[in-house]
């Protein structure tokens, strides 16, 4: 059974870090892009960063470039996003998502975690 979880949300002051993880079971991530998104209530989901089956990266979202970045570690069949100088703006409930490829449309991703939810403020 395919699956994925999200873990590593919680709350943080503006200017602090957090590293999200997506732990995958059922397949191996090797073969698969994954991707993250957000989502802020009453908006929609977005497209934050994604890498693929050859650990390129993708970034889709300028608000967070130089700030989040993404990483796989295979042996471990989990995928991070790693979170610094947080923002309140980046307050959001995140997911992760498994696609053959990297797109930036939620309409592409097949198999999706139930979230974790940050929330960044002082």
């Known amino acids: 059974q395919v699956q994925l979880v999200e873990s590593g949300g919680g709350f943080v002051q503006p200017g602090g870090s957090l590293r999200l993880s997506c732990s995958a079971s059922g397949f191996l991530l090797d073969y698969y892009a994954i991707g993250w998104f957000r989502q802020a209530p009453g908006k929609e989901r977005e497209g934050i960063l994604c890498?693929?089956?050859?650990?390129?990266?993708?970034a889709y979202l300028n608000s967070v470039k130089g700030r989040f970045t993404i990483s796989r570690d295979k042996g471990k069949n989990t995928v991070y996003l790693q979170m610094n100088s947080l923002k309140p703006e980046d307050t959001a409930n995140y997911y992760c998502?498994?696609?053959?490829?990297?797109?930036?449309?939620?309409?592409?991703?097949?198999?999706w975690g139930q979230g974790t939810q940050v929330t960044v403020s002082s």
């Open positions: 890498i693929d089956s050859d650990d390129r990266n993708f």
């Open positions: 998502a498994r696609n053959s490829y990297c797109s930036d449309s939620v309409q592409r991703y097949n198999y």
